[in-house]
């Protein structure tokens, strides 16, 4: 009786130790496979999560051939239980909906997974201290999925052809001309765990098919390289370059030019930035030049503008307070030096300069739906020829883009500058300049877009009859035929009103198409 009750209570925990293997088994083979079902819907699989069902010959998940999970058989509670129960966490997450139905995944699929944020220094953060190169970005960073991969960099380019039509009136005199325009952009940027490379483009050329010969190039480059020093302590090296030829109506243009003249800006600096618990302080060394080419008259002839050229040096401080991650406060000094290649003009003054400049404001970072930065300060250049009175300047400057909804941006930009003139005994003129443009998807595939400005350019004395007020309203359409391939059409107003002189009018129409990879 002894060895029976014996064999009974072995039997008894030999089937006791089966189980718990059985149990064992469960959580090693069931969890897996569940695990991988989660993965394969979270990565966007085209695939269907499913549950697998599971065998009481061999306890192991089994699926149809067809990639469908197979018809579950018997089993035993405790694994009908377990299966349950890994069901509900599933559910839990947004993975595995009820009746093998996969849920959307919660998550972005286009963002960088969390594995990948993890010691990320260079998250994509727009700066905003340069509108034109952060425009041409914000423009076409738009399609995440597009761009040419180099290496470890990203490249995001552009071609437009466009047929134009303008019209220009002053006074009565009214000239006509269609013409071609030809345009390249694009960006470059770094993907890398640490610093960041970006560079933007775009330029354009016209040419004049018929009318009056007044072709407008235009071209603008901007290049940053950021490096992550430490923590707290970030560097960054910049270089530009721009291209514009004068208006025929600018103050300083020469009257009766055919061609006006050109003007090429060269740029480069250097900053560190550095983070002092709540609060930020960085310097920065700029250098800029300005170089004009000749004008060509109407009798053949040019006239040489080098007198113009000159340099531009300035050493800029900046501190600011963290009242919130979203809102610094910042107060900025600047000191620096214009000096030009020619020690007097072609009027016998020495124009080089000293330059001090001072301002305040307040930088603002609250996501998608507003960020940007404005501030208000003084600016004045001290000219070392006596006869040139001091010229200063209220600065206004600054540039905000506001996300009110899904699909509507406004994106304003505020400049205060000073240019140099080369009138005998006038010593310049304030240049203030507002922008907004506003665009609104009417559909996913068509973008309406809005453009608004006034430039107000004012003399000191009686150089102040020369002062003109120019205002500009636009309107623009782009229609997305597919992913690589745009339509555009664009029609802009611009006039000029002068305190003494003849109004001028401009209009110009522009339809055209632009492939984007």
Do not use: C
């Amino acid at each position: 009786m002894n060895s029976i009750e014996k064999r009974d209570t072995r039997g008894t925990g030999r089937l006791g130790l089966r189980a718990f293997a059985g149990v064992l088994a469960l959580s090693v083979f069931v969890h897996p496979s569940l695990l991988a079902a989660q993965q394969t819907a979270t990565t966007g699989s085209t695939s269907q999560a499913t549950l697998p069902t599971w065998s009481p010959l061999t306890g192991s998940g089994q699926t149809a051939s067809d990639g469908t999970a197979a018809t579950a058989t018997s089993a035993s509670p405790q694994t009908a239980a377990s299966a349950s129960a890994t069901t509900t966490d599933a559910m839990a997450t947004g993975t595995v909906a009820p009746d093998n139905q996969a849920l959307e995944p919660l998550a972005d699929p286009d963002a960088i997974p969390v594995e990948e944020d993890i010691g990320r220094q260079n998250l994509r953060v727009t700066r905003l201290d340069n509108p034109t190169a952060d425009r041409i970005r914000r423009e076409l960073d738009t399609e995440d999925d597009s761009g040419i991969r180099l290496g470890t960099l990203i490249l995001r380019p552009s071609i437009s052809q466009k047929l134009g039509s303008e019209t220009e009136k002053s006074g009565g005199v009214k000239n006509d001309r269609i013409f071609s325009e030809t345009g390249l952009k694009g960006t470059l940027t770094s993907d890398w765990s640490r610093h960041e490379l970006s560079i933007g483009a775009e330029g354009a050329w016209q040419e004049t098919l018929s009318g009056d010969d007044t072709d407008k190039p235009s071209a603008n480059i901007d290049a940053r390289l950021r490096l992550d020093l430490a923590d707290d302590t970030i560097a960054t090296l910049s270089g530009s370059y721009s291209f514009g030829r004068e208006d025929s109506d600018d103050p300083n243009a020469v009257t009766g030019a055919t061609v006006q003249s050109g003007v090429h800006q060269y740029g480069a600096g250097a900053s560190i930035e550095r983070d002092f618990g709540l609060i930020r302080g960085s310097i920065a060394a700029d250098v800029m030049r300005f170089q004009y080419s000749d004008a060509q008259l109407s009798d053949g002839s040019t006239l040489e503008r080098s007198d113009r050229n000159r340099n531009r040096y300035a050493l800029t401080g900046r501190v600011g307070y963290e009242l919130s991650p979203a809102l610094i406060p910042f107060v900025e000094g600047t000191i620096g030096r214009i000096d030009y290649d020619d020690v007097t003009d072609s009027n016998g003054y020495r124009r080089s300069a000293d330059l001090y400049g001072a301002r305040t404001g307040v930088a603002v970072d609250l996501g998608e739906k507003l960020r940007g930065e404005i501030a208000v300060g003084h600016e004045i250049q001290k000219f070392e020829d006596g006869r040139l009175a001091e010229l200063s300047a209220l600065t206004v400057d600054g540039n905000i883009l506001w996300s009110p909804r899904e699909g509507t941006s406004i994106d304003v930009t505020l400049d205060t500058s000073i240019d140099p003139s080369t009138t005998a005994g006038v010593n310049g003129a304030t240049i203030h300049l507002l922008t907004a443009l506003l665009s609104h998807d009417l559909r996913t595939n068509l973008v309406a877009r809005l453009t608004g400005g006034t430039t107000f350019t004012r003399y000191d004395g009686d150089a102040a009859t020369a002062d003109t007020t120019a205002y500009l309203a636009g309107a623009g359409l782009t229609w997305k035929i597919n992913r690589h391939l745009d339509a555009t059409a664009d029609l802009t107003y611009e006039r000029t009103y002068y305190t003494s002189g003849v109004d001028n009018d401009s209009l110009t129409a522009l339809v055209g198409l632009t492939a984007k990879r």
